[in-house]
Nanobody, 124 residues
């Protein structure tokens, strides 16, 4: 059974930083894309960042470009999201996702496995 488990969320002041981690178990995502999505209250789930492990190509939503960095740890079968210069609009539940395919997508339906989600709150 494939499981994705997120950690590292919490409350942070505007301008602060957080690092989210996602550890996968049950299969190895050696050449498959992994991604982060988020969902704010009363809003649809939206793409945040993705990485294709085969060549390390990364993709970001315009709203987080330059502030967030996605990275992987192959040894741990994990992916992280470093979030800097956080703003209140970043407040959401963040989800880790993984695909059985090989193409990176910004569409949530293209991802087959999901974590349970972790809350990130940016507030003073």
């Amino acid at each position: 059974q494939v499981r994705l488990v997120e950690s590292g969320g919490g409350l942070v002041q505007p301008g602060g930083s957080l690092t989210l981690s996602c550890v996968a178990s049950g299969r190895t995502f050696g050449s498959n894309p992994m991604a982060w999505f988020r969902q704010a209250p009363e809003k649809e789930r939206e793409f945040v960042a993705a990485m294709r492990w085969k060549d390390l190509e990364t993709f970001y939503a315009d709203s987080v470009k330059g502030r967030f960095t996605i990275s992987r740890d192959n040894d741990e079968n994990a992916v992280s999201l470093q979030m800097n210069n956080l703003i209140p609009e970043d407040t959401a539940v963040y989800y880790c996702a993984a695909s059985r395919g090989v193409s990176v997508s910004t569409v949530s339906l293209k991802y087959n496995y999901w974590g349970q989600g972790i809350q990130v709150t940016v507030s003073s």
